[in-house]
């Protein structure tokens, strides 16, 4: 059995648009920090969010709830948050729980941001 990477979050630019790379699991313990940075760029006036979960592994409904409390403010605001998801398992659970309905979902960060 390997072991789970540690939770990270790297903020990144593409294209003048942001970017936060997670890595991990997004759960209790760590949606703070992931809902603290979303929320920095959304008041800082940022019009587009791109968050990659390409390297997450697992989230749960904390995790879900700051990515949707994160893009109902972006919205509020006349912006956007899309989600870069590779992961079946993750994939899976935005179907399952209607979640891919409230988000643009792409599988690629450079797609994401030219969309």
Same mark, same amino acid.
């Given at each position: 059995?390997? +072991?789970?990477? +540690? &939770?990270?979050?790297?903020?990144?630019?593409? #294209?003048?648009? *942001?970017?936060?790379?997670? #890595?991990?699991?997004?759960?209790?313990?760590?949606? *703070?920090?992931?809902?603290?940075?979303?929320?920095?760029?959304?008041?800082?006036?940022?019009?587009?969010?791109?968050?990659?979960?390409?390297?997450?592994? &697992?989230?749960?409904?904390?995790?879900?709830?700051?990515?949707?409390?994160?893009?109902?403010?972006?919205?509020?605001?006349?912006?956007?948050?899309?989600?870069?998801?590779?992961? +079946?398992?993750?994939?899976?659970?935005?179907?399952?729980?209607?979640?891919?309905?409230? &988000?643009?979902?792409?599988?690629?960060?450079?797609?994401?941001?030219?969309?």
């Amino acid at each position: 059995m390997t +072991p789970e990477a +540690p &939770f990270e979050v790297a903020e990144s630019e593409q #294209r003048g648009v *942001p970017v936060l790379g997670v #890595r991990g699991e997004i759960d209790v313990a760590t949606s *703070p920090e992931l809902g603290d940075l979303l929320t920095g760029l959304i008041t800082a006036g940022t019009e587009l969010v791109i968050v990659d979960l390409t390297e997450v592994t &697992f989230i749960d409904s904390t995790g879900l709830g700051v990515l949707v409390g994160a893009v109902g403010d972006v919205h509020a605001r006349g912006g956007d948050l899309r989600l870069v998801v590779t992961q +079946p398992q993750i994939i899976k659970l935005l179907e399952l729980t209607g979640l891919d309905e409230v &988000f643009t979902v792409m599988s690629d960060a450079s797609d994401a941001v030219r969309s």
